[in-house]
Nanobody, 126 residues
Framework: QVQLVESGGGLVQTGGSLTLTCTVS????????MGWFRQFPGKEREFVSA????????DYFESVKGRFTISRDNDKNSVYLQMNSLKPEDTAVYYC???????????????????WGQGTQVTISS
């Protein structure tokens, strides 16, 4: 059974930075394309970023392009989301997700993901 655990959330001021980490256990992370999603209070989860199994392809939601960077280290079974220039509207619970798929493929659709972490709260103060 694959398990995902997010860490690194917290409270920062506008303009600050945070790095989220998603640690994969149960299977090698290299078996999975990975994604980050976020959920605002009372809203559906939305796509933030995704990365292919070997990290060769990445995709981002428009509002985070240029500010967020997704990366992975399969030797450490970890995926990261570096978040810079944070804004109050980035405040949300952030989730990582995993899906088995072919090499080189990124997955942006929430419904296609098989495994999910429990989420980590990110709060940006104005």
């Amino acid at each position: 059974q694959v398990q995902l655990v997010e860490s690194g959330g917290g409270l920062v001021q506008t303009g600050g930075s945070l790095t989220l980490t998603c640690t994969v256990s149960g299977r090698p992370s290299s078996d999975y394309a990975m994604g980050w999603f976020r959920q605002f209070p009372g809203k559906e989860r939305e796509f933030v970023s995704a990365i292919s199994r070997a990290g060769t392809r990445r995709d981002y939601f428009e509002s985070v392009k240029g500010r967020f960077t997704i990366s992975r280290d399969n030797d450490k079974n970890s995926v990261y989301l570096q978040m810079n220039s944070l804004k109050p509207e980035d405040t949300a619970v952030y989730y990582c997700a995993a899906v088995g798929t072919v090499t080189g493929h990124v997955v942006t659709e929430e419904y296609r993901y098989t495994y999910w972490g429990q989420g980590t709260q990110v709060t940006i103060s104005s």
